[in-house]
Structure formats: structure tokens, C-alpha cells
């Protein structure tokens, strides 16, 4: 990305911002030891969110037996990452501009994002990564759009309409006419804002995963599982199955009843999903439509791999 186009996004004054209380959030989690009474404080300074945490905490406390009214308690129960992550989650979603705007469709970005991070949070159940980390990199993995919709939005609003919904479509049509594609712009807003290396390498890789950063095997791991999140989405809004699946077995090793088990399973969490963040994904006919669809491709996979 050429420094003009930094110095563009970073003046833009409608520019997509971590809220203080969520920045504040942040430190406090990354220190080496945290300090609950003090995060407790933090959180309290945004009621909105602390009822999120409660809700949150009561929906998964099943082992408690009883309702959790305090927010210590809360945090006990959840931990510091899934804090971390609802508080950053939370914050930016609520903050959203709704709407069309310039030919950027935010309503639609944010259903798609919300698709992902229920995916991703599904493509987690057995890997050595953090459910609610990946949750967190799927959701953000496309806030570069964003930027780019408000630094540049008559010549994005053009890109986005080239694209006709086509997400790879879209990262060709941005390195051609920007010099930069959304997933690097995600990166480089992400690692100013002191964000976790994950949240910012998943990003960097979302599009490509060679491109990121990512000498950890648990890295590696995410940025294919944040990469697949992204196809799934995509999955749930209509597209055809067959990236999905070559990405899963190339990347991770799925095979494709393992992918239409992680698509059911993200499929029956977006009815919690939309609650928490009070946006309109889709109606159950709409994801019944999309698991079946899915599930006709599994069989076709099938059929052919035993041809």
C-alpha cells in the first residue's frame, strides 16, 4: 500500500474506530497478569456491554445452575479472550453505519462478517486455537472494506459494483485499480490499533493465506481456518460449495463431511449470533436452504471421489 493512500485512510475523519472502553479492554487483557478487579472497572463504564457479557455469561453457564448477576462472576465463567472478543466485537458492530452508502452496502458487510465469524468459531472444534479468537479474526478479517469505503467511497462504491458479489473478484478489481487489496489495508489498521498479531496476520492471509506472517504453527492454522471462514460466508449467501471445499482440504485437511458438519454447526449458531449483535443475518429458510444445497454438493463429492 503506497504511503498516499495510508495518509488518506488515516486522515479520513468517518474512518471505523475502536471505541475507548474497548481500546481500554484490550490493554488490560493483554498484560502478562490481568488484573480482573481492574477489567471489572473498565467494563463497567459501558453499560451497553456489560449487559452483553451478563446475557452471555447466563446463555453459557450451564455448569452454575444459577443466574450471574455480577460481572466478576462473569468473567470467571467466560475468560479473558471471550471478554476480549465481545468487547471489540460488540463495540464496532454497534457503531455501524447501516444502510447504502456511496455503493457500499454496510448492512450487507456486516451480515457477511457475522456469517464468518460463526463459521469460524465452528471450524475451531478440535484445533489448537481459541474459539472466541478465531470468532474475533473472522469478524474483523474484512474491515479493510470499510476503510476503503470511507477514504476512498466513490471509487470503492464502483470496485464493489464491478465485483458483482464476487469476494476473490473483489481483491483483483482493488489491486488494480488501488495498488492494495482490503485484506492488507485490514492488517495495517489492525497492527496500528495494537490489535493481537493473530487478529492482524488472519487479515493479512484472509484472501491469501501465503501472505501472512505466520511462522507459528497455531497461526498457520488460524489464517486457514479465518481464510475457509470467508468462503463459508459466502457459502451462506448463495455461492456454490466448491472453494470451500478445495480450500478445506488444501488448507486444513477437512474432507467434505467435516465441511458440511462445520457449515450445520455455524448454520444453528447464527440465531444466538444474531441476537448478541442485533443484526439481521438471514431467516432459517435461508440457512435450511443453504445446508441443503451443501448437502447435495457432499453427495456429488462423493459420487465423484468413488467414480
Known amino acids: 500500500m503506497d504511503a498516499a493512500l495510508q495518509t488518506r485512510i488515516l486522515a479520513c475523519p468517518t474512518l471505523p474506530s475502536i471505541p475507548a472502553v ?6 488490560t487483557c493483554q498484560e502478562d497478569e490481568v488484573d480482573l478487579r481492574r ?3 473498565v467494563l463497567e463504564k459501558d453499560p451497553a456491554l456489560t ?4 446475557r452471555l455469561a447466563n446463555s453459557a453457564s450451564l455448569a452454575a445452575r444459577s443466574q450471574v448477576t455480577t460481572l466478576s462472576r462473569a468473567l470467571t465463567l467466560l475468560g479473558t479472550n471471550s471478554v476480549l472478543t465481545l468487547a471489540l466485537s460488540f463495540t464496532l458492530v454497534s457503531s455501524r453505519r447501516r444502510g447504502v452508502s456511496d ?8 451480515r457477511r462478517a457475522l456469517m464468518a465469524a460463526a463459521s469460524a468459531r465452528a471450524l475451531a472444534a478440535g484445533r489448537d486455537v481459541d474459539r472466541e479468537e478465531l470468532f474475533l479474526c473472522a469478524l474483523l478479517q474484512d474491515l479493510g472494506m470499510l476503510a476503503l469505503a470511507e477514504a476512498v467511497p466513490e471509487d470503492y462504491g464502483l470496485i464493489v459494483a464491478a465485483s ?4 476473490a473478484r473483489l481483491v483483483e478489481l482493488e489491486r488494480e485499480a488501488l495498488g492494495t487489496d482490503h485484506a492488507e489495508v485490514t492488517a ?10 493473530l487478529v492482524v496476520e488472519t487479515g493479512r492471509g484472509s484472501h491469501d493465506p501465503a501472505l501472512a506472517r505466520a511462522g507459528r504453527p497455531e497461526v498457520v492454522d488460524a489464517v486457514g481456518c479465518v481464510h475457509l471462514s470467508g468462503l463459508m460466508a459466502d457459502v451462506f449467501d448463495g455461492a456454490e460449495p466448491a472453494r470451500a471445499h478445495a480450500a478445506g482440504a488444501r488448507l486444513l ?4 463431511d467435516a465441511l458440511h458438519a462445520a457449515l450445520a454447526s455455524a448454520g444453528e449458531a447464527l440465531p444466538e449470533v444474531t441476537s448478541v449483535f442485533e443484526v439481521s443475518l438471514t431467516d432459517a429458510a435461508q440457512v435450511e ?11 456429488r463429492v462423493r459420487a465423484l471421489a468413488e467414480a
Do not use: M, T, Y
Request: net charge negative.
Open 22 to 27: 474497548a481500546l481500554e479492554v484490550v490493554r
Open 39 to 41: 477489567l471489572v472497572g
Open 51 to 54: 449487559a452483553k457479557i451478563l
Open 103 to 110: 455503493g457500499f452496502d454496510h448492512d450487507r458487510h456486516w
Open 164 to 167: 458483482e458479489g464476487d469476494h
Open 188 to 197: 495495517f489498521l489492525a497492527a496500528r490499533w495494537d490489535l493481537p498479531e
Open 253 to 256: 485437511g477437512l474432507s467434505p
Open 289 to 299: 436452504d443453504v445446508l441443503r444445497r451443501a448437502q447435495q454438493a457432499l453427495l
